[in-house]
């Protein structure tokens, strides 16, 4: 009798080893991250939130930063001018935090936390991330000509890389269009299709030739949104929620929808504090019209951090200068601007300003620092932030300074 129930306990003991066993070998599978390269066609690839980050930052750090970038913030933005929302954070820990003014001067809305401003030309940072996120997953050829996915582009040696890093010599939108009827009547909203038709119809000429140097053009990353529509078969809007916003909780950003949502959202306003009205570019979008708030763009930021977000070599393309006619000074990596110093510092940024809306993120990569300032109020100080950067590494910026 005892041996029988020895001989049972000890069945139910390997049983109970075999199932636990069984359970954590499911948990590793699930755990296991599928690569995008590997994810089924159907499946777009996502980015991944960077949570727990450490080491976590000391009260005393924190309190001695603080004071440091209050007293820049007074001295930038004077008797609180700033009207927009402005963060600094370390390991993706707030350290600095303000909201000031009004998303709506005509019913006094105040900013806070939660309101979302167009981020403007930072907006390009975003079309560059589903784009590499969409290449990591092989569903875009970095190096593959645009026509493969445009049929009515007109330039047949353009790459995608080049739309990304502005080498594609092509014109502005806004230039081809503001003064000839009949390339474009300005009484008409332009739209990215639209763009890509006149290109295609109306002989429009390139600026340079292609791949021969360097030119920011807003044309470039309307194009990329309509590659992304074309090759996720969704919306840019929708393409955007799903590879970026909704995987990150990224709650109060989103693509404006021109038609549904122009009169809903925060205008933008000049330095006197008047209005500037809706015209006939703004329902162009993957160069602009995103909407979002600092808090958002931080979490943006550190998934951009991930050891998720890109495979090591192409991680390593994104952060490489593609302005070689001027090294160091103005340089633009992939949706990426820079400044590479000869001791081998590197600053990377990007600033938007499109009417009264101005903005600046700089994810400080070697310190795991982010800064990020959105205004609807059209003032030079939004840029000012960079100096900044001199609070927690070598950069030659004069954090006095604040012209």
């Not at 008409?188 to 292609?210: A, C, H, P, R, V």
């Not at 920011?216 to 969704?234: D, P």
Request: glycine share 4%.
């Amino acid at each position: 009798m005892n041996y029988t129930k020895k001989a049972i306990i000890l069945n139910l003991l390997f049983l109970n080893l075999i199932v636990s066993s069984c359970k954590n070998e499911t948990k590793q599978v699930e755990k296991a991250e599928i690569k995008d390269a590997d994810l089924p066609k159907n499946v777009l690839p996502k980015m991944k939130p960077l949570v727990d980050e450490t080491p976590k930052l000391t009260a005393s750090y924190i309190e001695e930063k603080h004071r440091e970038i209050d007293s820049f913030y007074n001295k930038n933005w004077p008797n609180n001018s700033m009207n927009g929302g402005f963060l600094v954070a370390k390991n993706g820990q707030i350290i600095y935090e303000k909201y000031e003014g009004y998303a709506n001067l005509r019913d006094k809305t105040p900013i806070t936390c939660d309101t979302p401003i167009h981020i403007a030309s930072v907006s390009k940072v975003l079309t560059a991330t589903a784009v590499l996120k969409l290449v990591n997953a092989k569903r875009i050829g970095l190096d593959q000509k645009v026509t493969d996915y445009l049929k009515e582009f007109p330039y047949p040696e353009v790459t995608v890389r080049m739309l990304l890093d502005h080498r594609s010599g092509m014109r502005s939108y806004a230039y081809f269009t503001d003064r000839d009827k009949t390339v474009w009547d300005r009484h008409n909203t332009l739209t990215n299709q639209d763009i890509l038709t006149i290109m295609g119809t109306k002989n429009i000429g390139l600026e340079q030739k292609t791949g021969t140097r360097f030119a920011y053009c807003n044309t470039n990353y309307a194009m990329l949104a309509l590659i992304i529509e074309k090759v996720t078969k969704m919306s840019y809007r929708d393409a955007m929620e799903e590879i970026i916003f909704k995987p990150l909780g990224m709650t109060h950003t989103f693509v404006l929808d021109f038609d549904k949502d122009k009169h809903n959202v925060a205008p933008s306003y000049k330095a006197n504090r008047v209005e500037i009205g809706i015209d006939y570019l703004d329902k162009i979008y993957g160069d602009k019209n995103i909407y979002s708030t600092p808090r958002d763009l931080l979490k943006f930021d550190r998934a951009r951090n991930s050891p998720s977000f890109l495979e090591p070599d192409l991680l390593a393309q994104v952060y490489v200068g593609y302005s070689n006619e001027r090294k160091g000074t103005k340089n633009y990596g992939l949706g990426i601007r820079m400044i590479n110093w000869e001791n081998g510092k590197n600053f990377y940024f990007h600033n938007g300003w499109w009417h009264g809306f101005t903005s600046s993120y700089i994810p400080l990569k070697d310190e795991n620092v982010t800064i990020i300032a959105l205004s609807n109020k059209f003032n030079r100080s939004t840029y000012a932030v960079r100096k900044l950067s001199v609070l927690f590494g070598d950069y030659p910026f004069k954090v006095k300074d604040v012209e």
